[in-house]
DNA sequence: GTCAGTCTGTTACCTTATAACGCATGAAGC
DNA sequence: GCTTCATGCGTTATAAGGTAACAGACTGAC
């Protein structure tokens, strides 16, 4: 009803992102394309924030965020969006956090496809400054992928989350 | 939810659990007792109704079946349960499914003490039938430790979980 | 243009988790 | 004995996270 024009408008709310994250939002374009997907202007938007917030973000804070511009935003307008995001990893979700953080290395300018590092990521939490690293060891991939199986178990997506201290706050 | 044939074994309300579940306990309970803890009666029936489950459980089930035996059961009651139990590792919560499963070596009778296998524990969640397997795998926690520790962090608890699909669903 | 599939808006609701306050119990000290 | 402090728990209220279901709008294929 109320949803005129706005999102057609196309910039990102009342205004663009940083350099930085327009050339990754440009990069996961690409990459849709190339893969018969559609980074809709909502979805650019979602990943927009969630990679403009460097460090892991709540739906709802997102969902705050999204309303500045688009007035109807709803909890399942930003789900979706993530569902979407988190299919195609371009974002990760901290499961021990409940928070939500862009994945450089999907979003990188020369990404490409399918050999899924999207499902081997590990995420080192800080207790103290709250902040969140991500790794991508093949030797942890490896270990945990060999255990599995050793278990009978037929591996798939990862999560491992390391709570510590980092070298800043150590 | 399946209402298994096989948990109806004992009433587990009011009374007692059944006897693999209360030898646990007692090995809980000596466990608390040499480290000046207090496994206190809502704990260990927290404790006893989470192992009687040997898959995992959420938060409000277990809070529903609390209520079987105690009225004024409410959320703070389960949780404060909860917290006490995943902190000496009696339980461990699974993030990815938000429910709790208890650790079974940490409950073993001959359990002893302070080496954290409590932080280092992995679950392989099988995607089809639900049901959770807990691993201790060392080289899994080595690769991650040292993974981290290349990375500048200090680790601490680690929470590792793999979807996939069990030998059985297999 | 019309049809099918996808995407989004919208309302309503469910699940999971925590804050805050106060009473009860029990050990420690005088 | 009585105070004092700490811990555990009851109780109320609310925050935070997440989904279901339906309707309208858009897109691409025919």
């Known amino acids: 009803m109320k949803r005129g024009v706005t999102d057609r408008a196309m910039p990102s709310g009342q205004g663009r992102f940083p350099k930085r994250v327009e050339a990754m939002l440009d990069a996961a374009d690409a990459a849709c394309a190339a893969h018969g997907a559609r980074l809709t202007p909502l979805r650019r938007q979602v990943l927009g924030l969630v990679l403009e917030s460097d460090q892991p973000i709540g739906a709802y804070a997102l969902l705050d965020r999204l309303k500045e511009s688009r007035t109807g935003a709803a909890p399942p307008t930003v789900y979706r969006a993530l569902e979407f995001l988190l299919e195609r990893g371009f974002v990760h979700k ?50 945990l992928a060999n255990a599995a199986s050793r278990a009978g178990f037929a591996p798939g997506r990862m999560t491992v989350e390391v709570e510590g201290v980092c070298r800043d706050c150590g």
Not at 126 to 140: A, H, I, N, P, W
């Open 94 to 143: 901290v499961e021990r956090l409940n928070a939500f953080i862009g994945c450089h290395s999907a979003t990188a300018p020369h990404d490409h496809d399918d050999h899924d590092h999207a499902h081997t990521v590990q995420f080192l939490i800080c207790g103290k400054c709250g902040r969140v690293q991500e790794l991508e060891d093949e030797s942890v991939r490896s270990a």
